[in-house]
């Protein structure tokens, strides 16, 4: 690469190129804004916020993680006509036990007389439906 000729210093009369000055790096926001970073790296501490393009990226990518796993999670759960058949008789069942859960609570929480009473009624109602078709 050719040296340029105004360099040797002997022609006083040609205007040499100056270094032009950043008006950015000149402005004292800049200057502590650039000391206060180079402390907290030299401390090890990483500034806190991330940029707003890099958070929305992550959430975008997790967003994308977390509806895979659901797609996978639904393909899994898909079941087949018997299947579905199968859970509703199940719940049928499990509703009657409940029913009949319920009303031998009831029926051990009712007094001995009152059980004694329908059993007579009960008995009763045999007989005379024994009579009437004799």
Excluded: W
């Excluded at 006083?12 to 907290?40: A, F, G, T, Y």
């Excluded at 916020?49 to 959430?59: A, D, Y």
């Amino acid at each position: 690469m050719a040296e340029p000729d105004y360099l040797e210093g002997d022609c006083d009369e040609l205007i040499k190129p100056k270094k032009l000055i950043n008006p950015v790096k000149s402005s004292r926001n800049h200057q502590d804004l650039h000391r206060e970073l180079l402390m907290n790296q030299k401390r090890g501490l990483a500034p806190q916020n991330k940029p707003e393009l890099q958070k929305v990226l992550e959430k975008r990518k997790r967003e994308q993680i977390i509806k895979a796993q659901k797609e996978e999670q639904e393909a899994h759960k898909k079941k087949s006509d018997l299947e579905i058949e199968l859970m509703k008789r199940q719940q049928k069942l499990e509703q009657l036990e409940m029913e009949q859960q319920k009303i031998e609570e009831e029926q051990e929480n009712t007094p001995e007389f009152v059980k004694m009473k329908s059993n007579l009624r009960r008995t009763k109602q045999e007989t005379d439906g024994e009579e009437r078709t004799t």
